[in-house]
């Protein structure tokens, strides 16, 4: 059977995953990066002899990148090595206000004890929930393909969508729990991530805190850069072809199907299937 040819636009984490997954089913892939260099937004900038990560500084959900390589039966440790960061961050509410967040659950809670007694067991209630979200929202919502809303047409999920707080804000989750502004400051930051504030966003998201609290802050050794080199380095191995300076002007479509891509320079190529 003629081996079919996928073309994938863009080199960033998701072009990457999806161009080497494409060539590890068995497709002949090229990766087209516009850029002279792969990584997307997770570049990096090097300037006398230091290395600056040009996006993500946050190492979060180590678990998405070990599932990521599993999937070859690869581990992050294959290609980096990553390191838990003690203290986590520093939190710095105002110019002499500056709080740590150690590593450790025990310091961390203490530290809350410290602040505003009693915020320790309710911290241990408030991540039970932040776990329980974090296991099913990444399982049974986010690692779904999303093709068909009968995906997520369970009487299970739908029990497990009530109680995730779908209906709640972040914001009044939060003070459910604490009274303190610092804490309830420092529990309320890290949905900033997803874009919005915590009125904003439904309470399903204290998931964020599990993976922040008990799942921790890792760095690449050489920084987030070396992420993206691991990823490239098993694209190659699987045998994607990756092609920078390469700009993808159009996706031409005959009968409604994508056939090929046309660059910039006016080079034509066929494919199967395009996945921008
Ligand atoms: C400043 C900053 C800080 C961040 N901090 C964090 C963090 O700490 N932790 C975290 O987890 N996330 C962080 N993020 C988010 C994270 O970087 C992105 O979610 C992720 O890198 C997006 O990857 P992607 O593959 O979806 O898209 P991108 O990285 O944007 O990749 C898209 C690629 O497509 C290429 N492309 C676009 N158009 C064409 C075309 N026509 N032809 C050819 N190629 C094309 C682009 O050049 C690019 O390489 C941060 C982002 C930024 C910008």
Redesign the pocket.
Known sequence: MNQKHAVV????????SAATHLAANNYSVTL????ES?????RKFTKDGFTFD???????MPDVFEDYFSHFGKKPSDYYDLIRLDPSYAVIYGKDEVLNIPANLDEFKAMLERIEPGAASQLDDFLAQAKYKYEVGINDLVKKPSRSLMEFASLGLLKDVLRMDVFQSMSAHVRKFFKSDKIIRLMEFPVL?LGETAENIPALYSLMNYADIALGTWYPKGGMFEIISGMVELAQEKGVKIRCN????EIEIEQGKAKGVRLISGERITADVVIA
Not at 38 to 42: S, T, V
């Open positions: 636009i863009g080199s960033g984490f998701a072009g990457l087209l990066e516009k850029n792969p990584g997307g937004r997770a040009m996006g993500p500084s946050w190492y979060w991530f390469a700009e993808v002007e």
